[in-house]
């Protein structure tokens, strides 16, 4: 069976839209989440490769910012090698690398990914709030400060950009929420349009 493309995901999507208000969709379904908890991911675009199912079942992600790291980790080399220091900051609290938890407001900003550097949006928020310092909270915190500015330094060319990623993450969480309440569309949709390359764009198989 061919695998889902970005193109082929959009158009379940739609079709799938004549029966979920996605705008009402929640973010925090149990069973949408057990799909990837799970890795039954046939289907689902970009979680679909045995890499892909492989870091799912390492990560078992439980809310969107979680799944949005799984996908980071599973599509950006650079970093997938860190998937054992996410894990283990995610489970090990308080953690103490880096020294994050010294700097109040740099812990906050890490707070969708556990602690662990890993936007590029969270270096820039880091570097903004540094640069708001007076001199007098620079230098009370200047070693806490130096620890994370080294992380910065060591990380700076593998950082990913969150709002693509969780973009990516929600296209992934539609499809499965799809897969979960409405699965005769779901793999009506994959027998028809993944094992034949129809492009029709109707769909004409499902009546909710």
């Not at 969107?64 to 609290?93: C, G, W």
């Not at 200047?142 to 330094?153: D, H, P, Q, T, Y």
């Amino acid at each position: 069976m061919k695998r889902i493309t970005q193109e082929k995901a959009e158009l379940l999507i739609k079709l799938a839209s004549a029966y979920i208000d996605f705008s009402q969709m929640p973010l925090d379904d149990g069973p949408t989440y057990r799909i990837f908890q799970e890795a039954d991911t046939d289907g689902i675009y970009m979680m679909e490769s045995e890499w892909d199912k492989y870091d799912l079942l390492q990560i078992r992600p439980s809310n969107l910012d979680e799944l949005a790291a799984t996908v980071a980790f599973s599509h950006n080399p650079d970093i997938n090698p860190y998937i054992y220091t996410y894990m283990k900051v995610r489970k090990v609290q308080p953690f103490t690398y880096p020294r994050f938890t010294e700097l109040e407001k740099v812990n906050s900003i890490l707070s969708d990914t556990h602690g662990m550097l890993l936007w590029q949006e969270q270096k820039e928020a880091i570097l903004e709030y540094f640069g708001s310092m007076s001199e007098l909270e620079r230098e009370q915190n200047k070693n806490a400060i130096k620890i994370v500015l080294r992380e910065i330094e060591l990380r700076k060319h593998t950082l990913s950009n969150r709002a693509f990623f969780r973009n990516r993450a929600l296209l992934c969480y539609k499809l499965a929420y799809i897969k979960v309440h409405h699965r005769e569309l779901f793999d009506k949709f994959t027998e028809q349009y993944l094992s034949e390359d129809t492009g029709t764009g109707q769909c004409t198989f499902y009546h909710g």
